[in-house]
C-alpha cells in the first residue's frame, strides 16, 4: 500500500487573528495600495456626481461661511482682524478647519458606514479611515486655491499681505490636522458601534469645537476679553493650528512654539489611542452594528 506523498503549499497571504496590543501593519497596507487608491477617487468622484453643482459645493461653503463670518462677528460685533481684510481672515480659518472637520466625520462612521463590506471581504480595516483622509486633500487643495484667488485679489487691491518665512511648514501643518482627525475619527468610529448616541453628537460637537478652536477670532482676543475661559482655547491643540496657519499665510498674530509642541503631543497620542481603540473593535464589531 502506497503512502500518499507529503505535499507542501506556500500561501500568498495568510489571515491570522491579530494578538498584538497595537499593530499599525504598513506592510499589509502597502500590499493593498490599489485598493486605498480606489477608495480615494471614490471618495472625490461619488460625493457629488448626481448634484447640479457638483464639485461647486467645494467653494460654495467656504465661501458663504465666510461671509456669514464677516457680517456677524467682524461687522455686528466688531471683532477687529487689523491689517488683514476681515473676508481673507475669516476663509483663512475656514480653509484649514474644513479640512479637520470633513476627516473627523468621514472617519467616524467608519464601521457604521462599511458593515457590509467588512463582513464579507478581508483588507486592512485601517485603509478606509486613510482613503477619507488622503481623498480630502483633494477638496482642501481646491479650496486651499480660492484661499490664494483671494488673497492675490486683495493683495493688488492694496490690501497690506505678505508671507511668513514659516509657510514652508504649512504642509506639515496640514499634515498634523488630518492626523488629529484621522485618530478622533477612528476612536469615535469605535464607540458608535456600541452607542449610536454619538452619531448624533458628532454635529453638535464639531459645531461648538469651531467656537473653541480661534476659527472667526484671534487667539489673543478671548484672552483679553475673557479671561476666564481663556483656557478652553489654550488647552485646545486645534486653535494653535488654526492661528499658526494664519500666521503663515497672513502674517499676523504669532506663533506659539511651547503650543504647537503641546498640539503635536495630543496628536500623536490622540492617534495611536484611537488607533489601539479601532484595531481591538475590528475583531467584534459586526456583533454589534
Not at 3 to 23: D, H, M, R, Y
Not at 114 to 120: E, M, Q, R, S, V
Request: net charge positive; glycine share 6%.
Amino acid at each position: 500500500m502506497n503512502k500518499p506523498e507529503n505535499t507542501s503549499s506556500t500561501w500568498l497571504f495568510e489571515i491570522t487573528p491579530k494578538n498584538k496590543f497595537f499593530s499599525l501593519n504598513l506592510k499589509e497596507v502597502w500590499q493593498y495600495r490599489d485598493l486605498l487608491f480606489l477608495f480615494v477617487k471614490r471618495d472625490v468622484i461619488t460625493v457629488y456626481k448626481q448634484t447640479v453643482l457638483g464639485p461647486l459645493w467645494y467653494l460654495i461653503q467656504p465661501l458663504f461661511t465666510s461671509v456669514t463670518f464677516t457680517i456677524i462677528f467682524n461687522n455686528v460685533a466688531g471683532i477687529d482682524t487689523g491689517i488683514v481684510p476681515p473676508f481673507l481672515f475669516n476663509l483663512a480659518g475656514i480653509t484649514v478647519w474644513n479640512y479637520f472637520t470633513a476627516c473627523l466625520t468621514g472617519t467616524s462612521d467608519t464601521f457604521k458606514a462599511n458593515a457590509a463590506i467588512f463582513g464579507k471581504v478581508y483588507f486592512p480595516r485601517i485603509i478606509t479611515p486613510l482613503s477619507v483622509v488622503i481623498s480630502n486633500l483633494v477638496k482642501f487643495g481646491i479650496q486651499f486655491l480660492i484661499f490664494i484667488g483671494f488673497y492675490i485679489f486683495y493683495y493688488f487691491q492694496g490690501a497690506d499681505l505678505s508671507l511668513n518665512g514659516l509657510v514652508l511648514f504649512f504642509p506639515l501643518l496640514i499634515v498634523i490636522m488630518g492626523i488629529l482627525g484621522l485618530g478622533l475619527g477612528m476612536l469615535i468610529s469605535a464607540m458608535v458601534t456600541k452607542y449610536r448616541d454619538f452619531s448624533h453628537l458628532i454635529g453638535f460637537g464639531i459645531q461648538l469645537l469651531m467656537y473653541l478652536s480661534a476659527v472667526m477670532y484671534p487667539m489673543e482676543l478671548i484672552k483679553d476679553k475673557l479671561p476666564s475661559y481663556g483656557w478652553l482655547v489654550e488647552f485646545n491643540p486645534l486653535a494653535y493650528i488654526i492661528e499658526t496657519a494664519r500666521f503663515m499665510l497672513l502674517n499676523v498674530g504669532e506663533v506659539s512654539f511651547l503650543g504647537l509642541s503641546y498640539t503635536l503631543v495630543v496628536t500623536i497620542a490622540v492617534f495611536f489611542i484611537g488607533l489601539l481603540v479601532f484595531n481591538k473593535t475590528e475583531k467584534s464589531f459586526i456583533d454589534t452594528v
